[in-house]
């Protein structure tokens, strides 16, 4: 795989090159000698030691750098009618920006959104400025095969000062005939005291095989807010290698939240870098994993100052012969004194079959700090089934309840009430066996039938 | 309304509940006294349904159907309650979804409706009144950061929800100050009719001041070594179990 990869570079550079700035293209040529060096990586590297891509590269994956699905009209193909989750919508479909009037937009306020490929052409300085700067090629093998072929995805920026009202949500399709190898390229910057939300969805509408590698970088300035969802409910048959990197300033707060509903392989990788005082980073997860389905969370923070804060929580359900991995590494340099650092990994296991590999690991050289880690990997507590069933549930009922319970405390975190409803109601559905894979978007329920929420009882 | 016959009950192995005896008929209160580790709570388990238990030998028969068959839902459906003497903490699930959810199964089993979220709240707030518990504590996850008395007053709550048909309440009365027992007693005491049955088990006397059982039995090393009226408690409280203990080997 790693040498068709790189004799089709040598074949499609032109197009892959394309317009994209002097500097990304120096930054691909360091990116693309780097796996020319490193390859994939493989079980031999701790951070992927229970987590093997190696029978997924067997595949004769297609590419297309040159946009085939331009001119596919989405609305035929995907249709989300978010009806209480009022966003800014955007989508890739096969890794591009698809879109209706133009790829990229300025609001008034200076906010620009859209194609990152645009944004090259349009704004080479704004993007040169930071691309590349968070996401370390050197480090992470899958982040450099996605620098050496990056051409688009989604670019947003969000100047000093600037509330974005509404959520950005950004729908990421696969959706071919025949196997294809993604790799979209986002780039998010938040300005000084700047304020976005954004909700990343990962859906394939095929049950082709497919494999999508994808680079995130985001940036938040002094003072700034970003929130960080992710939604992923691929097929049996789809490979998915996420690559976050954050990179945060002074009395920032940056918020992340990966829900993987489903996925044949997954692999969550984050790496995170707090550079300023007063700075807050959160990093939850949840898994629900079932049949052979694969996931793995790799979570590296970087307190690179004194007095910073983290948080994580990672949370899993596995049933039959579903496999997690959860790895964790919070780095306190020396330097970094009054670092606060909380680490969490829990899993429940359904069956005898089902297995979790936890890793979580503080390293710290500073001695004034306040930190805790922690991770479990155990069953459904016995007692409380026989509480709920002395009551008249039966067993099922119980389970789902107490699944849907424990699912909730990572839910819970999800600050956008409509947000944390849908996904709350989509975590019931996904726990009681209802939701598929083919339920078009999962920010949007098929059907607008009102559904039995548990009772509110602030609301009465 | 139940009767348990030569019940012989073990843990891994161990024997727990040895050959036992014990007839509830319809309207009657039976308290079940006893030092710990005599099996008072092995004996609940067993008639509530959970299954970490081996039944040796014996039956135990409720309205006349052979209750060991049966699983720990189903029971209680059909009427049967326990009131933990350690109520679980579940986070997450909180008492107001929960007991929704067990009485609409409740009355699936029954044949009945089930009942909408409106009725529900409003009998919830009946019984809450019934039992003296503040509002807020039903919006809470079950049971969890919840005082002593909190928690036993919301497993009178639950019964007073489910309305069964055979109480099995152990230890309900541990741990309470005087006035949480006087609410929890008083509770039971409203829930008492003519068709259904109690048994408190209980280590002190001090509830049958305000829970006038019919029966008292005493249960030691698995082995009812007594039973009497109400009077058994108080001579029980006065001389202790060494007494009882003494008369028994005479
Ligand atoms: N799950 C269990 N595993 C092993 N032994 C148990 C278990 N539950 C109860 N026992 C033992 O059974 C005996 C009776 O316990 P229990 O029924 O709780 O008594 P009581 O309620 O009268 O204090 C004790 O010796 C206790 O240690
Ligand atoms: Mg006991």
Redesign the pocket.
């Known amino acids: 795989m790693k040498d068709t990869l790189l004799d089709l570079y040598r074949k499609e550079q032109d197009a892959i090159r394309g317009k994209a700035t002097p500097l990304v293209n120096r930054m691909r040529d360091h990116a693309l000698s780097r796996f020319r060096k490193n390859g994939f990586p493989s079980t031999k590297k701790e951070s992927w030691r229970f987590t093997d891509l190696s029978p997924l590269l067997n595949t004769d994956f297609v590419f297309d750098f040159r946009n085939k699905s331009k001119n596919m009209d989405i609305d035929k193909i995907f249709t989300c009618d978010v009806y209480d989750l009022d966003t800014f919508s955007l989508t890739l479909l096969n890794g591009w920006y698809v879109y209706k009037n133009a790829p990229l937009t300025r609001l008034s306020n200076g906010t620009i959104i859209g194609s990152l490929a645009k944004a090259m052409e349009v704004y080479p300085d704004l993007v040169d400025e930071y691309i590349g700067k968070a996401a370390k090629t050197e480090a992470y093998e899958m982040a450099a095969l996605n620098t050496a072929f990056l051409q688009d995805g989604l670019f947003i920026y969000v100047p000093e000062g600037v509330k974005v009202e509404k959520p950005i949500q950004l729908i990421n399709i696969v959706n071919a005939e025949y196997p294809v190898f993604l790799q979209p390229r986002h780039l998010i910057v938040a300005q000084k005291d700047a304020d976005l939300t954004i909700v990343h969805c990962d859906h394939s509408l095929t049950h082709n095989v497919s494999f999508t590698n994808t680079v995130t970088e985001v940036y938040a300035e002094k003072g700034a807010r970003v929130d960080h969802y992710k939604v992923q409910n691929k097929g049996r048959n789809s490979a998915l290698v996420t690559n976050s990197f954050f990179h945060q300033k002074e009395n920032s707060h940056i918020s992340s939240n990966i829900i993987t509903l489903n996925g044949g392989f997954t692999k969550n990788i984050v790496d995170h870098t707090i550079s300023g005082s007063a700075a807050h980073a959160e990093h939850y997860g949840l898994y629900l994993v079932d049949s052979n389905q694969h996931v793995d969370n790799q979570v590296n923070i970087d307190h690179a100052t004194p007095g910073s804060r983290s948080d994580q929580l990672f949370k899993g359900i596995l049933d039959d012969e579903a496999k997690a991995v959860f790895s964790g590494k919070v780095m306190v340099r020396r330097h970094s004194q009054q670092t606060e650092a909380h680490q969490n990994n829990r899993n429940i296991l359904l069956t005898d079959e089902a297995k979790a590999n936890t890793q979580p690991h503080l390293e710290i050289y500073a001695d004034d700090v306040k930190c805790s880690h922690g991770a479990t990997v155990g069953q459904l507590d016995p007692d409380a089934m026989f509480y709920l069933r002395s009551r008249g549930l039966c067993e099922r009922t119980a389970r789902q309840m107490m699944m849907v319970a424990f699912a909730g405390e990572v839910v819970k975190k999800i600050s956008i009430e409509a947000l944390r409803n849908r996904i709350s109601h989509l975590v019931e559905k996904r726990l009681k066996g209802e939701l598929s894979i083919c339920d078009q978007c999962v920010l949007h329920c098929n059907s607008k039938e009102p559904t039995a929420f548990n009772i509110d009882l602030s609301k009465l | 309304m139940l009767s348990i016959k030569n019940l012989t009950v073990s ?2 192995g ?1 024997t ?1 509940i040895r050959g036992l005896n014990l007839e509830v008929k319809e309207g009657e209160v039976h308290a079940i006294m ?10 609940a388990s067993v008639i509530a349904g959970r299954d ?1 238990y081996e039944v040796e030998e014996g039956e135990v028969l409720y309205n006349g159907q052979n209750l060991l068959e049966l699983p720990a839902e189903t029971r209680a459906r059909e009427g049967i309650f326990l009131g933990f ?1 350690y109520p679980v903490e579940i986070p997450g699930v909180s008492i107001a979804n929960f007991m929704r959810t067990a009485l609409n199964e409740k009355r699936k089993y029954l044949g009945l409706e089930p009942l909408t979220g409106a009725e529900f709240l409003k009998l919830m707030e009946e019984k809450k009144k019934m039992v003296d518990i503040h509002s807020k504590l039903t919006n809470r996850s079950v049971n969890e950061g919840f005082s002593g008395g909190e928690k036993k007053k919301n497993e009178i709550f639950q019964m007073a929800l489910l309305e069964p048909r055979l109480a099995i309440l ?1 230890e309900t009365d541990s741990g309470l100050d005087i006035d949480a027992l006087k609410v929890v007693a008083g509770g039971v005491n409203k829930l008492r009719r003519n068709d259904n049955a109690t048994v408190v ?1 209980t280590h002190y006397q001090r509830l049958l001041d305000y829970i006038v059982p019919d029966h008292v039995h005493v ?1 030691y090393e698995g082995y009812i070594i007594k039973s009497g009226g109400k009077e058994l408690a108080l001579e029980l409280e006065e001389k202790g179990y060494e007494w009882i203990k003494k008369e028994t080997v005479a």
């Open positions: 843990i891994k161990k727990i006893g030092p710990n580790g005599s099996g008072k709570s092995t004996l970490n003497q152990d088990i249960l």
